[in-house]
């Protein structure tokens, strides 16, 4: 069976969906993780924030984190391996990691990212 092991820079909630501006990177995220639960993966996320404890005892997540400091965050560990760093893989990079293939939640709606045209305090779409 899969297990992802996510370990996530400092936030504010487990998830980083919270407050009053969310990120919407850290928002697809959730959902793809969502995602990915209800597909039989296993995934587990460590908030440096909330849970140091668990940085300091994953030995190889320790040992990157003294190599390169937070800037390495997040890190996705997959089965003992890390397979990403810096970044949130999106759906289709976590299928492909997990051998799945990606389709659309049934339960969550599918959030589309656009870095131009998104919505933006005061112009009334939020």
Not at 21 to 46: E, H, I, K, M, N
Request: a negative charge.
């Amino acid at each position: 069976m899969t297990h992802l092991d996510v370990f996530d820079p400092p936030m504010c909630c487990s998830s980083g969906v919270c407050g009053p501006s969310v990120d919407p990177l850290l928002a697809a995220f959730a959902a793809d993780v969502d995602w990915l639960t209800s597909q039989g993966v296993t995934v587990s996320r460590y908030n440096l924030a909330q849970d140091p404890q668990a940085f300091v005892t994953h030995p190889l997540v320790k040992g990157v984190l003294q190599g390169e400091g937070d800037q390495c965050l997040p890190l996705v560990v997959m089965n003992g391996e890390i397979v990403s760093r810096g970044v949130y893989p999106r759906r289709e990079e976590l299928a492909h990691l997990t051998g799945l293939i990606a389709t659309v939640s049934q339960t969550k709606p599918r959030i589309r990212l656009n870095t131009t045209d998104g919505c933006k305090p005061g112009s009334g779409c939020c």
